[in-house]
């Protein structure tokens, strides 16, 4: 029993001194070395963007109290670390006014970077739901891997990850919303059942003011989709005049292009379309257009 009390004392106490070096510029591929915090940098392509302010003053608590317990992981760039997984502990051992912090210096490239601190927050439930989604975009744009090979890579079935990604078609507020803890990933993704972004963010306003489950939120999205669909004819577009539609169809057929007649009480607009430079002046010379 008492080497387990050993856990507690930070790593420091439980490596040997010479293993626990303070890093010059010798060959530390896989070996645990001290390095100073200034020397340590974010990685630009960290999934994790929030980092709450309590939870940091909680760990930078503990460190000052017991040491870091688990190294940090790091790939070195020019003089610098650049952070692979651990940067909530260097945050708050910055905090703490700790002046170096363990770490293993390994040699990765870009792909393994990002899909190990994605593993580690995703493990360590550190990430919110938009953040995971992105971060498994960043793998699927960056390295075109599909969501099968995310899926094995980070331990999860292949739709977990269709679901989680189906989280950025949201409205950007909504994708806000998740991520500041106001839905849930569950509610995001019953809103998807809406078409129209003003419907999906009336529904999550309505969501928030009366606390719905994910559940009241699916029989919300059902029953306001049979509601439109229930609307009466007169909300709904007229069918066009028939003399405005045949004038409609002579202009097509002269103009040899797609034409279209807004009409309300014989006021209105004639829109004549072009793709190409060479339809624009076809359609000026019918016209009779003349430098």
Do not use: C
Not at 120 to 132: G, H, S, T, Y
Not at 136 to 158: C, P, S
Not at 276 to 284: A, G, I, Q
């Amino acid at each position: 029993m008492s080497a387990r009390k050993g856990l507690g004392r930070g790593l420091s106490n439980l490596l040997p001194d010479s293993l626990m070096t303070t890093i010059e510029d010798s060959d530390e591929e896989q070996l645990i070395v001290k390095v100073a915090t200034n020397r340590l940098r974010p990685n630009p392509n960290q999934p994790r963007r929030d980092f709450a302010l309590e939870e940091l003053e909680g760990l930078a608590a503990s460190i000052k109290e017991q040491g870091i317990i688990q190294p940090l992981t790091v790939v070195r760039e020019d003089n610098a670390y650049t952070i692979v997984s651990g940067e909530r502990r260097w945050r708050a051992s910055e905090m703490a006014g700790i002046k170096e912090v363990p770490v293993m210096v390994r040699n990765l490239d870009s792909q393994e970077i990002m899909e190990i601190a994605l593993i580690e927050n995703i493990q360590r439930v550190d990430l919110n739901a938009i953040e995971e989604a992105q971060a498994y975009a960043a793998l699927m744009d960056n390295f075109n891997l599909t969501h099968g090979e995310i899926a094995i890579r980070v331990g999860k079935g292949r739709a977990a990850i269709t679901n989680s990604l189906r989280l950025l078609n949201l409205p950007q507020p909504l994708m806000d919303q998740i991520a500041q803890g106001a839905l849930t990933a569950g509610h995001g993704r019953a809103l998807l059942g809406l078409e129209e972004e003003k419907e999906i963010l009336e529904a999550a306003k309505k969501i928030i003011q009366e606390q719905l489950s994910v559940r009241e939120t699916e029989a919300l999205v059902k029953k306001m989709k049979t509601l439109k669909e229930e609307e009466p004819a007169e909300s709904k577009p007229k069918a066009k005049d028939p003399y405005i539609e045949n004038l409609e169809n002579w202009l097509v057929h002269h103009y040899n292009t797609k034409v279209e007649i807004s009409d309300r009480n014989y006021k209105g607009k004639i829109t004549l379309s072009y793709h190409s430079l060479d339809e624009l002046n076809n359609l000026l010379d019918l016209l009779g257009y003349e430098e």
